[in-house]
């Protein structure tokens, strides 16, 4: 977290701030103040700023807190030099991980009354996934995989590869570690089958319609319950309770960050 946070500020810093050629620096303050509704997420990030630029800030709001528009997030103490050279990088944290966090609740609220949970996905932008994950737990959901070396996902590009599924899954079992999962994607309800029968961990249904999905929860519940199921594939806003009311375990969409808009927050010195 330090090295990223160090890092985005070195970006806009450059070889310096040339701001701070012309004058001295003084005492200032300045506060976060929300444009637009939305739930905050960057403010471990920004403490790390803080902390790495000697400047104070007191929080309003906390990190999974909703706020409103005209609402203060923060103030900050810092002398001027310090105050504006790092203010860019304060709202750009602020604002991608609020943005990701904030549509992430909306996804939330529409099926928490199911008792589904929501997952992201690895669709994330290169050498963010840290960030960006962080952000979709802010907003309520759970991560999935980090990477390829935490649990086992045979998608359908990896069954081409693969001629004998139970074989390949009970060869699978003695060279991962052993809390590892296994899943596989499964785009129908025979592949579905297969893969509950090869005594995989979870299954994910993928791209299905909310029907198809019933089938396969009706299959789990009646020979494999032990099995979790996942929904995934072209999930959106207008459609995820239809799939929360099927009976699966969880539903993933990578909509949580690629199609997060930015929120409005701004930086006003006091």
């Known amino acids: 977290m330090e090295e990223f946070v160090k890092a985005a500020l070195a970006e806009d810093v450059g070889r310096g701030d040339l701001y701070a050629l012309v004058e001295p620096a003084i005492d200032a303050s300045a506060k976060i103040v929300a444009k637009s509704d939305g739930v905050v997420a960057g403010v471990k990030y920004v403490d790390v700023l803080a902390k790495i630029e000697n400047f104070e800030i007191n929080w309003l709001k906390n990190d999974s807190d ?3 528009r005209g609402e203060i997030l923060a103030n900050i103490k810092a002398d001027s030099h310090t105050l504006l050279r790092c203010e860019r990088t304060i709202l750009d944290m602020l604002l991608h991980a609020s ?3 904030t549509l992430t609740r909306k996804y939330v609220d529409l099926i928490e009354p199911y008792g589904v949970k929501l ?3 690895r669709k994330t932008r290169p050498l963010l996934r840290v960030f960006e994950k962080y952000a979709t737990r802010k907003g309520g959901a759970v991560n999935h995989r980090m990477g390829l070396d935490d649990s086992l996902m045979i998608k359908d590009t ?3 590869t693969i ?8 060869i699978a079992r003695k060279n991962i570690p052993f ?3 296994i899943e596989i994607e499964a785009e ?7 893969a509950m029968n090869a005594r995989c961990d979870i ?3 993928d791209n299905m319609t909310p029907e198809e999905v019933k089938e396969v929860v009706m299959y789990r519940n009646e020979y494999f319950p032990h099995i979790l199921l996942e929904a995934s594939g072209n999930i959106s806003l207008q459609s995820i309770e239809s799939y929360a009311q099927t009976g699966v375990d969880a539903i993933s969409s990578g909509s949580l960050i690629h199609q997060a808009n930015w929120i409005d927050l701004s930086m006003k010195m006091d």
């Open 119 to 121: 997952l992201d996905t």
């Open 158 to 160: 990896h069954l081409k």
């Open 179 to 181: 809390t590892a999962k």
């Open 188 to 194: 129908t309800l025979e592949i579905a089958k297969e």
């Open 66 to 68: 909703g706020f409103i």
């Open 163 to 170: 001629k004998d599924l139970k074989a390949y899954i009970a």
């Open 99 to 101: 943005s990701i966090a």
């Open 203 to 205: 299954v994910m249904c």
